[in-house]
Every structure is written in C-alpha cells, then in structure tokens.
Nanobody
Framework: QVQLVESGGGLVQAGGSLRLSCAAS????????MGWFRQASGKEREFVAA????????YYADSVKGRFTISRDNAKNTVYLRMNSLKPDDTAAYYC?????????????????WGQGTQVTVSS
C-alpha cells in the first residue's frame, strides 16, 4: 500500500514558476513509476508527466514539454514537478500517482495509487 501526499500548489501569475512535491509512504519507492496528472474544472483528468522507477526515463505531455520537469529523490520517497512559464491554461488540480511497476506510463488506468491533489491557479 502506498499513500501519496501532494504539496506546493498555489496562486501564481502567468510566466511564473511553482514546484510541486509528492511524498510517498511505504516501501520500495524506487520500484514504482510515478506520474503527474491534472484536472481542470469541467474537464477530464489528463496526463502531465511520468518518470521511471530509477529516474532515468521521463515522459511529458506535449502541452508541457519544455516547461515542466519531473524528477524524483528515491532516498526521500518524493517526486517533484517543476513548472516554469506557467500559463492560465495550466490552472488545475494536480495529482500524483504511483504505478506498481517501474516502467512509466501516460495512461491513467495503469496507476494504482493516487494522492488527493493540490490546486494550481495561474492568473493572467
């Protein structure tokens, strides 16, 4: 069983930056691929970024490529999402998720554990 707790959301102006964190409980954190997803009001949840268990492989949605960076610190059981050049369209609740194998995925249904989410609001 893995419990995930996100933090770092908030209100930021367009062009600004935020760093989200997701702390995981449980053992063998490095055996889990981790992903970030987001859900804007009135829209379906969508994939943002994913990282393999050892941190060597990453994958991004086209909409955030070049602006967002996913990383992880397995010693701290934490995954991060650095978000730069934020746009109003990035406004959403951001969720981290853990996948029961170390290979990353962009499919929501591949993930087994989910956090409660943290809100990011980007003002124009």
């Amino acid at each position: 069983q893995v419990q995930l707790v996100e933090s770092g959301g908030g209100l930021v102006q367009a062009g600004g930056s935020l760093r989200l964190s997701c702390a995981a409980s449980g053992r063998s954190f490095s055996s889990y691929a981790m992903g970030w997803f987001r859900q804007a009001s009135g829209k379906e949840r969508e994939f943002v970024a994913a990282i393999g268990g050892n941190g060597g492989s990453t994958y991004y949605a086209d909409s955030v490529k070049g602006r967002f960076t996913i990383s992880r610190d397995n010693a701290k059981n934490t995954v991060y999402l650095r978000m730069n050049s934020l746009k109003p369209d990035d406004t959403a609740a951001y969720y981290c998720a853990a996948k029961g194998t170390s290979w990353y995925s962009n499919r929501e249904t591949d993930y087994d554990y989910w956090g409660q989410g943290t809100q990011v609001t980007v003002s124009s």
